[in-house]
Structures are given as C-alpha cells and as structure tokens.
C-alpha cells in the first residue's frame, strides 16, 4: 500500500484516503502519489469533503415506571335485591328478581312479564306467637275430623259425633285396621291442606290469623314442592321430644330445625 505525508501534520497517510485521519485535514491524491500543498488543500470546496457517517440510533430507554400488576378476577356479583316496589319469581327456582329482569339472576330462566308486589318487609316471628298459630292450626284439624268422622257415623246429631269421637280418642284400646284406614286419611288431608295454604298464600290459617307468613331464606315465596318438603320436615323437628320446634325461641335467628332443612323462615308483616 502506498502511503503519502499529510500536508498539515506530517502523518503518513494511505494515497488512497480522502482525508487524514490525524488532522482531519483533506487528501487530494495524484498520480504520483505525492500529498498536496497546504494552499491546494484550502482550494477544495466544501463539497468535496465527505460527511461524517450519520450516528446510530439511539436505543430506546427503559421506562422506569413498574408495571402494574394485573387485576384481580371480577368477585361475583350479589343476587339482587328485590324493591318494595315490584318484583318477579322466577318459575324454575322460586327466587326473587328485579322488576326489570327478563331473566333470572340464578338460574337463567325466562322470567314472567307480570310483576308481583312485594310483601312488605317483616320481621322474623318469636316463638310464642309461632306456637299460637300453631296451636289455632292443630284446633282446626281437630275440629275437621270430628265432621268428618260425622259424616261417617250414624249419629243424629254433632254433639254426639264430638262425645264419641273424644272416648274412642281417650280410650285405651286395641289398634285396628279401621285406625290405620283414619289415619292414614287424616295424614293426608291434613298435608294436602297445608300444602295448598302455604303454596298458595305463604302460610296456614293459624298464621294467617296472626299475621304470619313463611318464606324461603331470600323472602321469595315458597312453591308447592318445597311447602311440602317442609310439612315432612316437621316430622324431624318433633322426634327429639319437640326440641326442633322450641329451637325458634333458643336460636337468634328464630328459626326452628323445619326451617333449617327447607332453607325457609317465619316473618310477622309489619303493622300489626
């Protein structure tokens, strides 16, 4: 390779360099290899120097800001609550939706288009007002078995239905096949009444004389099915001698062991 001295600062630079690498100083190269004057050099027009190579680009800084760390999962959404002013049942679980639902929030059923009015608020019913309208209720089925006992029997008159039907009631005897075919007929006269009452109007004729009224845990009304799974209920509630149904005075929440098991609660309407 044949190098040339720089005009400017005695460097020995390649012929071939267009400038010095030393001074920066411009290289005008000839044929005999020989740097040019320092006159020459200054006779070079501007364009004749080349431009420094355009500079990398920067990389891009780091933000310093943390990332955010990701949000939680969406918790479920509350049932709603149903307004004083309206609301709808739903068909398929009997549970209590706004007004302008048109579908249920549990289960996704259609809901109906008519909306019902909501009871007003109660609070949960004590134990002596309870046992008084339980009391009214066992005074009725009483009182319906002595008509219809008769209507079975040959007697004349009423009171002489009552009067037998109490000694047969009261007397100590042995078991038949008649009281089987009685009993029998007064269980199920006695569960097809409450079923209906309490399907139909949210409680029996007891409790509606006092103001009383059943309803699921969520205040939506009871349908037929789960009426009667609460009358079988009862059966639980009186085996360990009756302490299921005094559970309504012991608990706080004044609910007895029936109400537990069908998920259902006594309240008295306001008012009263």
């Known amino acids: 390779m044949a190098l040339t001295a ?4 005695g460097q020995m630079v390649s012929t071939r360099a267009v400038a010095c690498p030393g001074c920066g100083c411009p290289m005008v190269p000839s044929e005999t290899g020989q740097a040019p004057s320092p006159a020459a050099a200054t006779s070079l027009s501007a364009t004749d120097v080349p431009t420094a190579p355009p500079s ?38 009997s549970k209590s939706n ?29 134990f002596w007002v309870r046992a008084a ?5 066992v005074l009725i089925s009483i009182f319906m078995d002595i008509c219809i006992y008769h209507l079975v029997s040959n007697h004349s008159h ?40 309490v399907g139909r109007w949210g409680a029996t004729i007891g409790k ?27 059966f639980i509630s009186l085996l360990p001698l009756g302490l ?15 109400d537990y098991l069908a998920d259902t609660k006594v309240i008295q309407r306001r008012g009263r």
């Open 56 to 93: 990398p680009p920067k990389p891009p800084v780091a933000d310093a800001t943390p990332p955010r760390p990701p949000e939680p999962p969406a918790a479920k959404a509350a049932h709603p609550v149903a307004s004083a002013a309206g609301h709808k049942v739903c068909v398929g679980c």
């Open 158 to 197: 009423f009171g002489a239905s009552w009067s037998e039907y109490w000694h047969l009631a009261s007397s100590s005897r042995d078991w038949s096949a008649t009281d089987t075919r009685d009993l029998i007929l007064n269980f199920s006269r006695d569960i097809a009444v409450y079923t209906f009452f």
């Open 98 to 126: 706004e007004s302008s639902a048109e579908y249920c929030f549990d289960c996704g059923a259609p809901l109906p288009t008519e909306v019902a009015v909501a009871d007003p608020a109660g609070d949960s019913a004590g």
């Open 6 to 9: 720089c005009g400017d600062c």
């Open 244 to 258: 299921g149904f005094f559970w309504a005075g012991l608990s706080s929440r004044k609910r007895a062991w029936h």
């Open 133 to 137: 309208a339980f009391g009214v209720d």
């Open 208 to 234: 509606l004389a006092f103001g009383l009224r059943i309803v699921r845990s969520d205040g939506g009304k009871l349908p037929y099915g789960l009426a009667f799974m609460r009358f079988l209920a009862y």
